[in-house]
């Protein structure tokens, strides 16, 4: 079996626990790579979309997806703060004997720019248009054009619009759920979850994120 290994962009979500607190879980990014450390940009709470300050020594489980589509588990220290192009911490470097295969990743998950058109199912809900960041076969983030628009756990109606190299253009009709709200570089993003997504609409995403993927691949290898 290939040895899993984490790549410069490979994303982490990191559990931080507490004695006698509810873990919490924080997404972060890997942006370099040394030979005993990995820098990741500061860590935002999964629930709030704020940016949290660890010390040195705090410890976490952290986890990530390897190539072979798997999710893969290791502890991980802070060891320092560091400056690169934007504040960052260094992690202790997991060998790979050290990361444990934990579960099959269900749907792969891929960086695509795809329109949108979101509409609120309350009746003062504000509609608006927009575009993808990632899109999976279980749900995808969007870019939303100011905060407070979305909430937590809100339920909306997506029309998502799918364009294929063949040219063909598909276009997805689903309820989804607000699932993580966050705030990146000065940009709002909302992740949801496709709810009763028919299967045949889940297939066509499905193929659309696997022909993203292999054009990322063939422009890795150019």
Known sequence: MKEPTIK???KLTLLFKIPGVEPEEYYCKVIDINEDYLIIDYPVHKQTGKTKFFQIG????ADFVGDDEAVYQFQATVAARVKVIVPALALSKPKPEDMERIQRRQFVRVDATADVAVHRQNEDGEAFTTVTSDVSGGGLSLIVPREGLLKMNEMINLWVVLGFRSGKIHYIETAAQVVFLQMRNGIHTASLKF?????????LIISYCFEKQ???RKKELS
């Open 8 to 10: 410069i962009g490979t």
């Open 58 to 61: 705090a410890s976490f489980k």
């Open 214 to 216: 292999r054009e990322m």
């Open 195 to 203: 709810v009763a997504l028919k299967p045949k609409e889940q297939q």
